[in-house]
Nanobody, 124 residues
Framework: QVQLVESGGGLVQAGGSLRLSCAAS????????MGWFRQAPGKEREFVAT????????DYLDSVKGRFTISRGNAKNTVYLQMNSLKPEDTAVYYC?????????????????WGQGTQVTVSS
């Protein structure tokens, strides 16, 4: 069982930055594909970013490419989402997720473990 806890959300002005963290308890994340998803009010949850088990391969939602970076921590039990040049449309609850897999994953149904989410609000 993998338990995930997100942190780092908050209120920021447009153009600002935030770094979200996702920490696992009980085991390391080194053998898991990780993903970040988000859900804005009144919308379905959507894929944001994914990183493979080694950290050498990543992919992103088109609208965040060049602004967001997903990475793994050196301690192997943390994954980050660095968010720069934030826009009001990035406002959402952000969730991290883990899957017992090695490649990049994009669909919610492919992830077995989820955190509780952290709120990101970007003001204009």
């Amino acid at each position: 069982q993998v338990q995930l806890v997100e942190s780092g959300g908050g209120l920021v002005q447009a153009g600002g930055s935030l770094r979200l963290s996702c920490a696992a308890s009980g085991r390391t994340l080194s053998s898991y594909t990780m993903g970040w998803f988000r859900q804005a009010p009144g919308k379905e949850r959507e894929f944001v970013a994914t990183i493979n088990w080694s950290g050498h391969s990543t992919d992103y939602l088109d609208s965040v490419k060049g602004r967001f970076t997903i990475s793994r921590g050196n301690a192997k039990n943390t994954v980050y989402l660095q968010m720069n040049s934030l826009k009001p449309e990035d406002t959402a609850v952000y969730y991290c997720a883990a899957a017992g897999a090695y490649g990049l994953l994009y669909a919610e149904r492919e992830y077995a473990y989820w955190g509780q989410g952290t709120q990101v609000t970007v003001s204009s």
